[in-house]
């Protein structure tokens, strides 16, 4: 028999959009992040944007927490319930709602999933540019609120720089929308929004700009029989001035990983990193551009280096990156995802730093990252079933994330911090500056019962645990 506040939000979202029995709970206890699981309360599917302020409107009047949730692919446990909060899931609200080439933009609801947008334009000669490698799944709702990255966002930015404007739910049930206009004045709240992992309010439109397809794009893949060349190739390449759309780089447990996995293109035996890079832009010049990549390769002592052949083979290459996540299954029976950032020129010294962490620890680590951009993903391999193993990776990651602090980088470039890295917050911020953030987040979330006591580390809670949330 559903309880009364069941019945209540039952009456609002209507009988065939909630769930709130426990064996339709467990597929809502985590998004991609396993490690942690919880339980709510119920999960509702609102259809529009008045649906979402009244579900919010009765949480909020009867202190009830609640989650935002899209396609629950985060990896760092944003959607994911401590206990007893409603999630409230955007999957339903999915239209692509307006196109507007003239002006470069689209709008989209929040539950649309990434990769569907490129899908609608491309015909047209448009995409839109940031490609988390979950993106056939993920939605932009999502995306804003991790300020979500990809392959390509190395060139063109991370979500951030994609988001025009915003339809917003705060967290007591009233709707306002910010941006949308070029140069708005008053405070930038879209990139404020943009990031705050369902902290500060649940995006249920969205504004973003969409790009015109390059005229032309080619793809270099370079083999290298150590993880040092591959990783000062990526310096040189910067350092002269070439920007590629993407620049990838894999090592040998990666690489193992994908070749085991659903889009093997086998690349030779023994090699120690690969990098995949791509330019795109006008076509006079872009053959210069590869070849000025391939020269920069041979310096540094490429094992082999080739150009991709047609469009067949480098969908092929980027399928094999792209799905590289998922491969790890073929290879271990879990493993935990990190996102440390650092400045590119301390590649060599933090993977070299990263495999005495897994010598240490006798877990193997496999590298699979946005090299370009200095944003790192250690896969810490580990099996669950094995006692002690799920909490030795924890360890692991955080042990990773600090050396990732430690030579200036910081601990999340595109997953968020979610559960998952709210101690680790402390890596990079001192207790003023987290305070600070959680001073704004009073601002939009003063009863912390919009995604509680996610993103902060334990003690900037104290204050709302004595202002008596319930
Ligand atoms: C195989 C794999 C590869 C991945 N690769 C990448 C990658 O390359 N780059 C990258 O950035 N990420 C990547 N991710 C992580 C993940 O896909 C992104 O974080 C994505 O943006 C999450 O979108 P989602 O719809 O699944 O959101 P969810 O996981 O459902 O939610 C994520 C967070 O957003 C909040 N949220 C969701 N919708 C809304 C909304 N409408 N309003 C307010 N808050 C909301 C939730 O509360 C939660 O805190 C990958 C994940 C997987 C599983």
Redesign the pocket.
Known sequence: MPDRIVQELTAIVGPDAILYKKEDLLAYEC??YTIHKGLSRAVVFPSTTEEVAAVVKYLHNKKIPF?????????SG??TPLGGEVIIS?VRMKKLLHVDLENRLAVVQ?GFVNLKLTHSISHKGYYYAPD???QY???I??????N????HCLKYGVTTNHVLGLEVVLSDGKVVEIGGVPDAPGYDLVGLLTGS??TL????KIIVRILKNPEAKRTVLAYFDTVEAASYTVSDIIAAGIVPAALEMMDTVAIQGVEAGTYPVVHPPGIKALLLAEVDGIAAGIDEQVERIVGICEKRGVVDVKVARDEKEHMRWWANRKTA??AMGSISPDYLVQDGVIPRSRLPEVLAEIQTISERSGLRIANVFHAGDGNLHPLILFDARKPGEAELAVRVGSEVLKVCADVGGTITG???V?IEKKEEMRYVFSEEEIEAQIQIREVFNPENLL?PD?LFPTPGRCAEVKKGRQ
Not at 67 to 75: E, H, N, V
Not at 141 to 146: H, L, S, Y
């Open positions: 998004d991609g989650i935002p949730r899209g396609a629950g692919t985060g990896l944003g959607a955007l929040p988390p490698s979950s799944a993920c939605t709702g999502g995306n804003v609120a991790e979500a990255g990809g392959a992992e369902g309010g649940i995006v249920t996540f998922a595109e997953h968020g979610g995604n996610k």
